[in-house]
């Protein structure tokens, strides 16, 4: 996909490794759709970012409001080429807590509808847009860019409710990406290791060196351009479909 004059959305694009992705694809020419909560800064980054840029305030978990915001986005530029999912919330919990009380399962379930359920409804409302678009290389129509995280792979205590979420995303992505593919439309993942984002912005250099220290090399924590060029190059290479890239500098979370 060539990224030049193209459509995109962007979740969770106001701040941190969303807001990274739509600079980049800003950037790189693309109009993007802000889809960020009424209470982000989503609405200054768009009158940041010019006239290529518009604000959707929009809550993930809500089905209706999703609607809405894709349909618009459609109408306003015409159509959508390229969907980044990075909206999310990792909030920890340990299965048993401190007062022997368990997990509680309305955060459960509010980790899985923003992260797995909101992913997949954002996706399937672009991808029926998508679907509509004139085939391009390859009969190319659209790209899907979903972010789940490495602890998918190997979630820390306390992770249950994330690393299900993200687990979720890693599991659902081949078979859309099979699905998709008579439509012209593929759909990839990026799964990242610890990052430079406004999540560790109040954290000491002490805790964000033993946090560096996971990464193999280099040894740093990843940063947010780090994320949005694979974000980019996955968009713009064709033969890449169906594939969950590690971002982590060879780093495996232990235990805690």
Request: proline residues 5%; hydrophobic residues 45%.
């Amino acid at each position: 996909m060539d990224i030049s004059h193209s459509r995109s959305v962007v979740t969770g694009g106001a701040s941190g490794l969303g807001l990274s992705a739509v600079e980049r694809l800003v950037a790189g020419g693309s109009r993007v759709a802000i889809f960020d909560l009424p209470t982000s800064p989503g609405e200054e980054q768009a009158d940041r970012l010019g006239d290529q840029v518009m604000f959707v305030p929009v809550d993930v978990t809500d089905t209706e409001a999703v609607a809405g915001a894709v349909a618009q986005v459609a109408e306003a530029f015409g159509g959508i080429d390229v969907n980044v999912n990075c909206a999310g919330i990792a909030p920890a919990s340990r299965l048993i807590g401190r007062d022997g009380d368990p997990f509680p399962l309305d955060l459960f379930t509010a980790v899985v509808s923003v992260n797995l359920i909101g992913t997949f409804d954002v996706l399937r409302r672009c991808a029926v847009v998508m679907a509509d678009n004139e085939p391009g290389v390859d009969g190319e129509r659209g790209v899907i860019v979903n972010v789940a995280s490495v602890a998918a792979y190997e979630g820390q205590i306390g992770q249950a409710a994330y690393s299900a979420s993200k687990g979720g995303i890693v599991g659902m992505m081949l078979p859309i990406a099979r699905d998709l593919a008579s439509r012209g439309i593929r759909v990839n993942t990026v799964a990242p290791g610890i990052m430079e984002t406004p999540l560790l912005a109040g954290a000491s250099d002490e805790v964000k060196a033993s946090l560096a220290a996971v990464s193999v090399f280099p040894k740093r924590l990843g940063l947010p351009e780090d994320f949005s060029a694979l974000v980019i190059h996955l968009v713009e290479n064709v033969f890449i479909n169906g594939e969950t890239v590690r971002l982590d500098a060879a780093g495996r979370l232990g235990p805690r």
